[in-house]
């Protein structure tokens, strides 16, 4: 076969008189009957669902549609698993110091008591990405595992979360709605499930040293899980702080910015508009941080997301290949629930000392 994609769908947008094949690179010899923005919407996924990758050329005064594979990027699981691994173990390490005093230099055999703490947010920040992945691979899309940032003594929780990386083009907007908002979902309903566990386990035998309470904003969704499931104790239960995080994590992605996943989620519903939205994002989080220091508040959180939204949203955001057809009303509404969930997860001041 010389052909690896239908001439009945080529045809009524590039109308092909002869096929070369020369066992790696594919040429169809034609007469566009679109424009190229139009052509390439078309035709893309046929060709991605068969690891082609598509460019219009004029070879010798002669229109060509060039089909050549899609380059694979070499998976390295083993980079992912370190870093899973190595993400455990400092999230471990953290939920050990900061919820049971432990000193990992005097007794470090007593560091295993972080790991229920390092299991809970591993597996929030995990069902979050891995729901990524699948939803790619659904779409046709090319994502990498999952990567675990580990971040001992900076971050308070000692990570910084996970990503995956899109390999390719992007379909169309609902492909890019779907993948957008299938972390958030499922890591939030992670989150739901950790945080229910958490108010319901016994409080813990030690806390924090004195002189280093920190108080724990209260976000809308964590406190009517409250209201339903009363907490144990007064002091927050190392499992219910690990849903506590993934509602923060969770409020972050969900902000409209960029390559966010509320990014993602907003490209998709309002188009190129949204560049708009992801600019004021930022300078409204610094803004409101600056407003808070100057009040003797912990307003340094919202200037550090507001300075790392700012470099989201100079990124921009790649378009997708058919970018003309609008979604349909169920993810219309869906996304709209999605930055509704945003601002119940979200707390202006999640610590203060």
Not at 118 to 147: D, I, N, Q, T
Not at 181 to 204: H, Q, R
Not at 206 to 235: H, K, M, Y
Request: with cysteine; proline share 7%; charged share 15%.
């Amino acid at each position: 076969m010389t052909d690896i994609v239908s001439l009945d769908a080529i045809n009524p947008v590039f109308h092909v008189y002869e096929i070369r094949n020369d066992g790696i690179t594919i040429r169809y010899y034609g007469e566009p009957q679109v424009d190229a923005q139009t052509l390439y919407r078309s035709l893309w996924n046929d060709f991605n669902q068969k690891g082609y990758h598509i460019e219009l050329k004029r070879e010798h005064g002669e229109f060509v549609l060039v089909a050549r594979p899609a380059a694979e990027e070499r998976e390295r699981p083993y980079i992912n698993l370190a870093l899973a691994v190595i993400t455990a173990l400092t999230v471990t390490v953290t939920g050990a110091v900061l919820f049971y005093e432990v000193n990992p230099l005097v007794n470090p055999l007593l560091l295993y008591k972080g790991l229920p703490f390092a299991a809970a947010v591993m597996f929030v920040l995990g069902s979050h990405e891995l729901a990524h992945y699948f939803m790619s691979k659904r779409r046709g899309m090319k994502a990498s595992l999952p990567y675990f940032i580990p971040l001992p003594f900076i971050s308070p929780v000692g990570t910084l979360g996970a990503m995956i990386k899109l390999r390719g083009a992007i379909p169309d907007r609902k492909s890019l709605f779907d993948v957008g908002i299938a972390g958030p979902l499922v890591g939030l309903g992670a989150s739901i499930v950790v945080t229910i566990i958490g108010l319901t386990l016994p409080p813990i035998t030690a806390g924090p040293p004195q002189g280093q309470t920190i108080a724990v904003g209260v976000p809308i969704l964590f406190g009517l899980i409250e209201q339903v499931v009363p907490s144990t104790s007064s002091v927050m239960h190392p499992i219910a702080f690990a849903g506590w995080i993934g509602m923060l994590i969770t409020s972050l992605n969900l902000l409209p910015v960029g390559q966010l996943d509320g990014g993602h989620i907003a490209r998709a519903l309002s188009g190129e508009k949204t560049v708009y939205i992801s600019a004021a994002v930022p300078l409204l989080l610094l803004a409101t941080g600056t407003y808070y220091s100057l009040n003797g508040l912990n307003g340094e959180t919202l200037m550090f997301w507001g300075f790392f939204t700012l470099l989201f949203a100079a990124g921009g955001h790649p378009q997708p290949i058919n970018d003309m057809k609008r979604l349909d009303t169920k993810r219309v509404i869906l996304g709209i629930i999605a930055f509704g969930l945003c601002v119940a997860c979200f707390t202006p001041l999640p610590l203060q000392a």
